[in-house]
């Protein structure tokens, strides 16, 4: 079965700083990853995805992530953070049709950035 | 153009009651979903529909919730009767659904169920 594990529940950090937000993937099969972000009372958004090629991605708002496949890892980062980067992150695989899924998403428990002045 | 709509986007019922949603999804959008996000968790999908056809409802708990689309254009997402685990935030998306694995899915701002 496939999984997702995002390391860090809440992740505080000054305003300018840089940020990583960590996100482990479990599966047998290759897959699509997916990160998406939520602003409060609001939908989710994608922020970038990888579906195959140059393993850096670069998404919107400055963030970019790296697909490591040797670690089953997909990394959120951003150089420099802004107040407005407060917001739940929410990282994605979707398994390449295994087990019969039509390209359904499976979800982490999400990270809680918090950008502080 | 016009987002995924949900409504209504705040409900609080009594458990054993009964409650129903309601998504229009972006025009033109095949594939739809419904997913259930409890708090503190990632959204789990409920049921994938793709036109008026069920792709996916493996993880639906068909003894007391029901979707349908009718016309393979707007869904209500039904629970009935309520419990008090049902308590979460509903979200809806679509997809263009020619691509199901790789495809964007746009997702609407959520209805937030709250069983008493």
């Known amino acids: 079965a496939q999984s997702v594990t995002q390391l860090d529940s809440q992740v505080p950090v000054f305003e300018e700083a840089p940020v990583e937000l960590r996100c482990n993937y479990s599966?047998?099969?290759?897959?699509?990853l997916f990160w998406y972000v939520q602003y409060p009372n609001q939908g989710l958004q994608l922020l970038l995805k990888?579906?195959?090629?140059?393993?850096l991605v670069k998404g919107i708002n400055g963030f970019e992530a790296e697909f490591n496949k040797s670690q089953t890892s997909f990394h959120l980062r951003k150089p420099s953070v802004h107040i407005s980067d407060t917001a739940e992150y929410f990282c994605?695989?979707?398994?390449?049709?295994?087990?019969?899924?039509?390209?359904?998403?499976?979800f982490g428990k999400g990270t809680k950035l918090s950008v502080k002045p | 153009e016009a987002g995924v709509a949900q409504s209504p986007r705040y409900k609080i019922i009594e458990k054993r009651q009964s409650v129903a949603f309601w998504c229009n999804p972006i025009?033109?959008?095949?594939?739809l979903y419904w997913y259930q996000q409890i708090l503190g968790q990632g959204p789990k999908l409920l049921i994938q529909?793709?036109?008026?056809?069920?792709?996916?409802d493996s993880q639906l708990p068909k003894d007391r919730f029901s979707a349908e689309r009718l016309k393979g254009v707007d869904s209500t997402l039904k629970i009935q009767p309520a419990k008090l685990e049902d308590s979460a935030v509903y979200l809806c998306?679509?997809?263009?659904?020619?691509?199901?694995?790789?495809?964007?899915?746009?997702f609407g701002p959520g209805t937030r169920l709250t069983v008493l």
């Open positions: 998306a679509s997809s263009p659904g020619s691509l199901l694995y790789t495809d964007t899915q746009y």
């Open positions: 994605a695989v979707n398994p390449r049709g295994y087990g019969g899924s039509q390209g359904n998403l499976i």
């Open positions: 529909f793709q036109n008026n056809g069920v792709v996916d």
């Open positions: 025009s033109g959008h095949a594939t």
């Open positions: 599966s047998s099969v290759s897959v699509y």
């Open positions: 990888y579906l195959s090629g140059s393993t």
